[in-house]
């Protein structure tokens, strides 16, 4: 049987691999490659070594994305995953109606971005025509608004995956616990956050890349209004590639720079926390 399957690996593989780098692997570094020149399209591109990459840090609305959206992110992670946690130990309880409520709690991630952005759009405007404003009327709105449409977009979801995680502890830890002598912050924090860091190393992967990554929702939310206050990094490369003319080659380099910055943040937090597991 192994014979076998190392015998047609490469047959199973080559398909999916080849789909692979042409979808990714090539469109990737060609993009690297593009962010070192001027262009308008890949056929006239012109070398300008570093010039994008000075152009994006010089660049006040790209340093202002940035800002908002590490602020954003720090708020949407922190909420989300101790609302979602918090979530997962009621519902992992026996009270009536849990398998209601998950799935309540599970149904707006279901929802994409974009229908979502215009959904909180609705709603926000509808209370704050109250006071006479919207949520463009000030930054802090939109900044509120798209944290609030995050959690409540990803709570359902993070909330399952805690919930598996606090179903996988053994009910024997927990009863030595209690027999111990241990209330339920101590069986919290001395058995059940830590038999449950795998499910929070997937939980602050999934939070933080999301924050990061959100464009639709913010586009469609606030639009970078008031001014490009709110315009968070994956709105500011779309509209420095699509909305300024020869700027394309600064877009790219802002693009790239946003992948390590994103990719440099996840494997630390990703080293960070399974180093918890272990010690678990």
Not at 51 to 76: E, G, H, P, Q, R
Request: charged residues 10%.
């Amino acid at each position: 049987m192994r014979n076998n399957l190392k015998k047609y690996y490469p047959v199973f593989v080559l398909p999916t691999s080849v789909a692979f780098f042409i979808a990714f692997v090539f469109p990737f570094l060609a993009g690297i490659v593009l962010s070192f020149t001027k262009f308008t399209t890949v056929t006239n591109a012109k070398w300008v070594g570093l010039d994008n990459y000075i152009k994006a840090f010089s660049n006040a609305d790209f340093l202002n994305a940035l800002w908002f959206t590490v602020k954003f992110t720090v708020v949407s992670v922190i909420t989300i995953n101790v609302i979602a946690f918090a979530l997962a130990l009621l519902l992992t309880r026996s009270i009536k109606g849990t398998n209601h409520f998950r799935t309540v709690f599970f149904m707006p991630n279901l929802i994409g971005g974009i229908v979502l952005g215009y959904i909180w759009l609705l709603i926000i405007n509808g209370v704050l025509q109250f006071f006479g404003v919207t949520v463009t009327y000030d930054a802090s709105y939109g900044f509120w608004g798209l944290v609030s449409l995050t959690n409540w977009q990803l709570i359902g979801y993070m909330m399952i995956i805690y919930i598996a995680g606090i179903q996988n502890i053994p009910t024997d830890l927990i009863d030595a616990a209690k027999v111990d002598g241990a209330g339920f912050w101590g069986i919290l924090r001395h058995v059940i956050i830590p038999m449950v860091m795998p499910s929070v190393t997937i939980c602050l992967f999934l939070t933080i890349t999301n924050s990061f990554k959100l464009f639709d929702a913010n586009l469609a939310l606030t639009d970078g209004a008031p001014g490009r206050e709110t315009t968070m990094l994956a709105l500011d490369i779309y509209k420095t590639f699509y909305a300024r003319t020869g700027w394309q080659g600064v877009g790219q380099a802002k693009a790239v720079i946003f992948f390590i910055l994103l990719a440099v943040i996840a494997l630390v937090q990703l080293a960070f926390t399974r180093k918890k597991e272990v010690e678990a």
